[in-house]
């Protein structure tokens, strides 16, 4: 039997071709920064480029088209300001002596006319249940559109040119989002996907435009620069599997000889037997995100314990997201074992500004640290943490 329990966040590690000086991953996080055009802002790069010591950076959820936007302010990689702005991020990472990937994310149904100006597009005319945050505050989930046949080939064509943008603008590869209710997972989903063609139906059915996607894309890039993230039996965003043992293991099989550089499973779990499933039918890279109480209590220990648990069962890299949110610095904090900061907000989100943002403390700062309290105004613009995943 294959024993892990030796590896430790600190050791050296790989993803495709990529070489990570530890195993730990800043896990993707939408943070609202972006222009309104999807453009990254300036202040984007700061905020990575204080995180570049993680092994692996996985910057947040990002558009590969128009139609695919899911919320306000998220960024894009579909225009040439989109490219100039993340060329900008991934510089000062690079600086700093980091390492990025990109998540590539349509929302599908997780979308609005008032955030995209276009009707969503899903696998199938169910919408979202409950509302969706837009410029105007919440405003009830449409009834998206189901996608052409038409369309499924021009959307895989758009994840392939957006993953061939993320590689002009200076990122190491792309993070397919195929996990948390959004586009891709929504075409895995019986409740979200009720099509009749051969993009619905059996499992072989469901999994057929995810895997055309990552195979679109690993064409496009190579597949070493190619991540996928996965979220077995998650219901996020109103998804319900009802055949997550059967799905998972289909998938990860078709997946295999595309032969991307990691699978990311979300919310992940050594006391579930899927995992270890995962685990030994996928000879690449596994990122692990632990499964840690949400939205709270956050663990003091940022969910250090819950990744050793993950390393020692398999997982090849740990991802965490609050940990790193709130502490530009958690690698180094771990290995000596300093405390974290704590997270400050509770809506993790904000329309934008340093607020909550940039202005997390490290130990040894090397400019002057800003104020630990965020602003009142910063305060009044939060955004509930149920439209962050
Ligand atoms: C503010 C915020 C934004 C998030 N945005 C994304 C995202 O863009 N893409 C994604 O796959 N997951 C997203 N997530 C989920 C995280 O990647 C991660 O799975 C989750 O926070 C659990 O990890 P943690 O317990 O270490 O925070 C987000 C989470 C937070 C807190």
Redesign the pocket.
Known sequence: MTTYADRGFFDRAQAGALELPNRLVM?????NRAAEDGTPEPIMATYYAQRASAGLIIA??TTPNAVGRTYPNIPALHEPAHVAGWRRVTGAVAAAGGRMFV?L?HGGRVGHPDNSGLTPLAPSAVPLPGTIYTPGGHRPAVVPRAMTAGEIDATVADFAAAARNAIEAGFAGVEV?A??GYLLHQFLAGNTNRRTDAYGGSVAGRIRFPVEVVRAVAEAIGPERVGV?LAPGVTVNGIAEDDTDALYPALVAALRPIGPAYLHV?FADPGQELFHRIRADWPGTLIA?PA?P?PSPFPADG?RAAGERLLAAGADLVA????F?ANPDLVERFRTGAPLNPIRDTG??YAGGPDGYTDYPTLHPSSPQPSSQPSAQAEGRLVPAAA??
């Open positions: 896990a993707p996080m939408t943070r947040e959820a998540q994310q989002h996990a948390n993230r979300v995100n840690l949400w969910g965490l997201g609050r940990a949110l993790w989100m962050a995943c």
